[in-house]
C-alpha cells in the first residue's frame, strides 16, 4: 500500500471452524498522508489503533479515535481515515472471512490492549526468524482474532448499568441541559460526578463529557443525514449559534458540517 510503510506483515490461512484470517499487518501511516480517501474490502476488517489520533469515518458516521480504538468493518463497509494529530498513526489491521460482524467501534479495555501488544511482539520476533507464516504465528494471530472477536460480544449487565445510561439520555433530552455544567448534569441524574463519570467510563469508555459530545454529535449527524441545513442540526444538538456549532462540530469531527453532509451524500449517490 502507498499510503502505509507495513512494519509487520503476514499473509495467513489459518482458521476455526468457518472463520478464516486472511492477513494481519501493522502500518504506519507515512508522515504526509492526511487522510485515507473513503474505501472498502470484499472481507471484513477489524482496525486496533496503536498510536496516533484522527476520525474515522465509517458509512458515513465520524468517530474519533486513538490509541486503543477498536474499528470493526463487515465486508463492503465504507470507511475512511482523517488524522488530527501531528504523530502518523500505527495500526493493527485483521483481515479475515466467516465471522458475522456489525460496524462497530469501542475501546479495547486496557488489559486487553497489553495483551495485543504483547502478542504484536512475538509475532515480530518470528517474522523476524523468517517464518511469519508458520504454525507458531498461525496460532498466535488466529488467537488475536479470537479475542478481538470476544469482545464484541454482549456482556451481562444489570438493570442498573442500563438504567444509568439511560437516565443520563433522558436527562439531555430536556430543555436547556446542554448548558448544564457536568456537575450539575450528575446531580440531576442523582449522583456525583466523579462516581457518575466512572460508572458512564465502564459502561461506555467514555467520560461523561465525551459522552454527552457523542450524544450531541450523534443527533447533529442524524439531522444533516436527513438533509437539514446546519441551523436545524444545531438546534438538534442544542447550540444556539450555529458558527460555534460549526467551530465544535469541526473540532469532534475534522471538517465542517457542510462538509460532512455532502462527503455522505456523494457516497450515498
Known amino acids: 500500500m502507498k499510503n502505509f510503510r507495513s512494519l509487520l506483515m503476514a499473509g495467513m490461512k489459518a482458521g476455526v471452524g468457518r472463520v478464516r484470517l486472511k492477513r494481519l499487518a501493522v502500518h504506519r501511516h507515512l508522515p504526509d498522508l492526511g487522510e485515507v480517501e473513503a ?20 458509512n458515513g458516521v465520524r468517530h474519533a479515535v486513538g490509541p486503543g480504538t477498536q ?11 482523517h488524522r488530527t494529530a501531528p504523530r502518523p498513526p500505527l495500526c493493527l489491521a485483521l483481515d479475515f472471512t466467516g465471522a458475522p460482524v456489525r460496524a462497530l467501534v469501542l475501546r479495547v479495555p486496557a488489559v486487553e490492549l497489553r495483551e495485543i501488544r504483547d502478542a504484536l511482539r512475538r509475532l515480530a520476533a518470528w517474522s523476524k526468524s523468517g517464518n511469519p507464516a508458520g504454525l507458531q504465528a498461525g496460532a498466535e494471530a488466529l488467537g488475536l482474532l479470537g479475542r478481538l472477536l470476544s469482545l464484541l460480544q454482549p456482556k451481562p449487565r444489570s438493570g442498573a448499568a442500563g438504567g444509568l445510561r439511560a437516565r443520563l439520555e433522558h436527562r439531555l433530552a430536556e430543555p436547556g441541559a446542554w448548558a448544564w455544567p457536568v456537575a450539575v448534569l450528575a446531580r440531576r441524574c442523582g449522583y456525583q460526578q466523579d462516581y457518575l463519570n466512572r460508572r458512564i467510563k465502564e459502561e461506555t469508555g467514555l467520560t461523561l463529557n465525551q459522552f454527552r459530545n457523542r450524544v450531541r454529535l450523534d443527533r447533529a449527524c442524524a439531522a444533516l443525514a436527513s438533509g437539514r441545513r446546519s441551523a436545524a442540526a444545531a438546534e438538534a444538538a442544542g447550540f444556539d449559534d450555529v458558527n ?22 456523494a457516497r450515498r449517490g
Open 39 to 58: 474505501h472498502r474490502h470484499g472481507f471484513a476488517q477489524i482496525l486496533i489503533y496503536l498510536t496516533g489520533r484522527g476520525v474515522q469515518e465509517v
Open 71 to 81: 474499528v470493526v468493518l463487515p465486508s463492503g463497509t465504507w470507511h475512511a481515515f
Open 244 to 265: 460555534y456549532f460549526t467551530r465544535w462540530f469541526r473540532l469532534q469531527t475534522g471538517i465542517p458540517p457542510a462538509a460532512w453532509k455532502r462527503s455522505r451524500a
